[in-house]
């Protein structure tokens, strides 16, 4: 049992899982630093408040607390937008290089009519 278990950790699913475990909670704390950090800071100046969780009006004296979805969704798009933005720069390292398109010379060209005028039927006179 032990080897079975030895196997399925080191040749599989799991060690990769694991890796990428950590390298998601690591770029979330990234994430969530320019989140809070920097855009909530241009927000902050915008709006002259760095969140909006305070705003709240009352329904028979209970706090109805608006401000808190508005700073959820504030957050939502501010970090989706910068996803899209690592995921298109990432994108785009790993994009193939095209290979330049080969010149064609007076030789292919007259080569490729050749061919072209042999696939005809012969004219009927």
Same mark, same amino acid.
């Given at each position: 049992?032990?080897?079975?278990?030895?196997?399925?950790?080191?040749?599989?699913?799991?060690?990769e899982l694991a890796i990428g475990v950590i390298l998601a909670v690591s770029f979330g704390a990234v994430i969530t630093a320019l989140n809070e950090g920097v855009?909530?800071?241009?927000?902050?100046?915008?709006?002259?408040?760095?969140?909006?969780?305070?705003?709240?009006?009352?329904?028979?004296?209970?706090?109805?607390?608006?401000?808190?979805?508005?700073?959820?969704? +504030?957050?939502? +798009?501010? +970090?989706?937008?910068?996803?899209?933005?690592?995921?298109?720069? +990432?994108?785009?390292?790993?994009?193939?290089?095209?290979?330049?398109?080969?010149?064609?010379?007076?030789?292919?060209?007259?080569?490729?009519?050749?061919?072209?005028?042999?696939?005809?039927?012969?004219?009927?006179?």
């Amino acid at each position: 049992m032990w080897k079975e278990f030895r196997d399925f950790i080191i040749k599989g699913n799991a060690l990769e899982l694991a890796i990428g475990v950590i390298l998601a909670v690591s770029f979330g704390a990234v994430i969530t630093a320019l989140n809070e950090g920097v855009l909530m800071a241009i927000v902050a100046a915008i709006f002259g408040k760095p969140d909006f969780d305070a705003l709240s009006f009352s329904l028979n004296g209970t706090p109805i607390m608006y401000g808190r979805v508005i700073t959820a969704a +504030v957050n939502l +798009v501010l +970090v989706g937008l910068v996803l899209f933005a690592v995921v298109k720069g +990432v994108q785009r390292l790993k994009a193939p290089k095209r290979a330049a398109a080969p010149v064609e010379t007076d030789h292919d060209l007259l080569a490729q009519i050749r061919d072209e005028l042999r696939r005809r039927p012969a004219p009927t006179v």
